[in-house]
T-cell receptor
Framework: KAGVTQTPRYLIKTRGQQVTLSCSPI?????VSWYQQTPGQGLQFLFE???????NKGNFPGRFSGRQFSNSRSEMNVSTLELGDSALYLC??????????????FGAGSRLTVL | AQSVTQPDIHITVSEGASLELRCNYS??????LFWYVQSPGQGLQLLLK??????LVQGIKGFEAEFKRSQSSFNLRKPSVHWSDAAEYFC????????FGAGTTVTVRA
């Protein structure tokens, strides 16, 4: 069974640009959650999508957005990039929603560098 | 506010020695608890989880964790560390979303 696939694995952008990251969940998983990981702030929850609906959202500005498609694949977009957006972006999928007893399986992440 | 605390930022252990990583949580009700491990440049891998029942849970790679409600703790242990256990370890709790502690980096010396 294929794991969670994130693309691209590495990317470099400049300030003011926008970026779109993609996440393909494990087959049969309907929930996708996104996390930002930085050395200073650690792992922070961005948002969760379940059956194409955003269920939960973390404390990030509106520049961070996401969506989920009917096949459960998800994308997240960051507009007007800032230097502080440089981070490892992790996607996780689960069969049920991302809350409670559901186990999240993580992808390898997308490493974004903003210059 | 709900939180997960890992008091130790960095731990160094000798290969073959035992390892214990501490985790405390602050939630209104006992959340679902997890330990994940992250090797450099990789995503997070689930080591074990606690939902209810037996307070000592076994995980992969020889790890175990003990849940203590009275101390709001969920400490991770391994009796004998291997060099391949060098990584960053994250304790996490889930009520409506999975929240992580700051992580503990484990260095294994020969």
């Amino acid at each position: 069974k294929a794991g969670v696939t994130q693309t691209p694995r590495y990317l470099i952008k400049t300030r003011g640009q926008q970026v779109t990251l993609s996440c393909s969940p494990i087959s049969g998983h309907r929930s996708v959650s996104w996390y930002q990981q930085t050395p200073g702030q650690g792992l922070q929850f961005l948002f969760e999508y379940f059956s194409e609906t955003q269920r939960n959202k973390g404390n990030f500005p509106g520049r961070f957005s996401g969506r989920q498609f009917s096949n459960s694949r998800s994308e997240m977009n960051v507009s007007t990039l800032e230097l502080g957006d440089s981070a490892l972006y992790l996607c996780a999928s689960s069969q049920g929603s991302g809350s409670g007893a559901n186990v999240l399986t993580f992808g390898a992440g997308s490493r974004l560098t903003v210059l | 506010a709900q939180s997960v605390t890992q008091p130790d930022i960095h731990i160094t252990v000798s290969e073959g020695a035992s390892l214990e990583l501490r985790c405390n949580y602050s939630y209104g009700a006992t959340p679902y608890l997890f330990w994940y491990v992250q090797s450099p440049g990789q995503g997070l891998q689930l080591l074990l989880k606690y939902f209810s029942g037996d307070t000592l849970v076994q995980g992969i790679k020889g790890f175990e964790a003990e849940f203590k409600r009275s101390q709001s703790s969920f400490n991770l242990r391994k009796p004998s560390v291997h060099w391949s256990d060098a990584a960053e370890y994250f304790c996490a709790a889930n009520d409506y979303k999975l929240s992580f502690g700051a992580g503990t980096t484990v260095t294994v010396r020969a």
